[in-house]
């Protein structure tokens, strides 16, 4: 089918280009009898406008680019939703992109999109990532740029996180004041800042209640998925048998994992093991038993990263300085009958 111009209406209805364009716009100074005669021209000949010729005159793409870790991960999936749907009241195209915890991979995704001249850019870093210069080149080139939930900050940019260290903390304080005392922690890799203060939250929980750490509960869960957390449960088990009376993980996948394990060992849950996750998926509330966790509220991370994406894209296009912000997300435990 061939693209109907702005000329070829302006010549069949007698008028101006200018006039046609204003018209599509409703502008004021355009009458509303000719208004009418160029939607319905417009419309009878499925006109749409050259989004391009557009974005040329502008210096804007409208499109904006979203790496995250994994597509099938609840919490991720969440943030998406929420960034579509302002992206859309914006009137702005996603391009969204995995990085399958590969920072080789990451950085091409970043050199795509920067080649692609988005207007703006979120990350959310893979496992994988120790080195931030792919991150630098992002801001070289003046493209705004937010980090949310697995961040870096040693780049000086706009940053969605929770408070990781609080929120693990709150955790296993819950599980100590509850009478468990010999604790495993199941964490995430060692790179990602989330997985560190997580980690720093478990331990400073442990001490702040008299109880000695012991490194030898703490297993690392590269992916946190499934399969890490029947694995270590297994692991554990086999190790230190029934004396471990809870086990607190990174993601409520892995804690699903761990469950697994122990149903079908016919250990029991919580009366001999307790078991606490981390990101509230739908998953955990219709699991057996139903499982304790961390609401992350990924949708709000969602909404106020790309606000902030968008306060930084407005700010550059207005030519007004824009001083980078971090934002902190609430979390809250979520208590059912794995604890």
């Known amino acids: 089918m061939v693209k109907t111009t702005l000329k070829e209406i302006a010549n069949t209805l007698g008028i101006s280009i200018s006039t046609v364009s204003k018209a599509l716009k409703d502008y004021p100074d355009v009458s509303e009898k000719t208004k009418l005669k160029v939607l319905a021209l417009a419309e009878s000949v499925n006109y749409s406008p050259n989004v391009f010729a557009q974005s040329l005159r502008s210096k804007e793409s409208k499109t904006i680019g979203v790496i995250i870790p994994s597509m099938v991960h609840y919490f991720f999936s969440n943030i998406i939703n929420a960034i579509l749907k302002e992206a859309e009241v914006k009137g702005y195209m996603v391009i969204i992109m995995q990085s399958n915890e590969d920072y080789e991979l990451e950085k ?7 080649n692609k001249g988005v207007d703006g850019i979120l990350i959310s870093l893979s496992n994988n990532t120790n080195n931030f210069k792919h991150l630098q080149k992002i801001k070289d080139y003046d493209i705004p740029l937010v980090l949310f939930d697995k961040i870096t900050k040693l780049i000086d940019c706009s940053k969605v996180v929770i408070n990781d260290i609080k929120a693990s903390y709150e955790a296993v304080s819950y599980l100590i004041n509850k009478g468990y005392k010999r604790i495993a922690y ?18 400073k929980a442990l001490e702040d209640n008299g109880i000695v750490f012991d490194s030898s509960l703490v297993y690392i869960c590269n992916n946190g998925d499934f399969e890490n957390g029947y694995l270590n449960a297994e692991k554990l088990i086999n190790t230190h048998g029934k004396s471990i009376d809870a086990i607190y993980t990174v993601t409520d996948l892995t804690a699903i994992g761990v469950i697994n394990y122990l149903n079908e060992h016919n250990i029991k849950i919580p009366e001999d093991i ?12 219709v699991i057996t038993p139903t499982l304790s966790s961390v609401e992350q509220n990924a949708n709000v991370t969602g909404e106020k990263s790309i606000e902030l994406l968008f306060e930084e894209i407005e700010c550059k296009q207005k030519g007004i300085d824009f001083k980078p912000k971090t934002l902190t997300v609430d979390t809250e435990l979520i208590i059912r009958n794995s604890s």
């Open 274 to 285: 307790a078991v606490f996750g981390f990101s509230n998926w739908f998953m955990s509330s």
């Open 108 to 114: 091409k995704q970043v050199d795509l999109l920067i």
């Open 186 to 203: 199941f964490r995430g890799d060692l790179n990602p800042q989330n997985s560190i203060d997580r980690f720093l939250g478990y331990k």
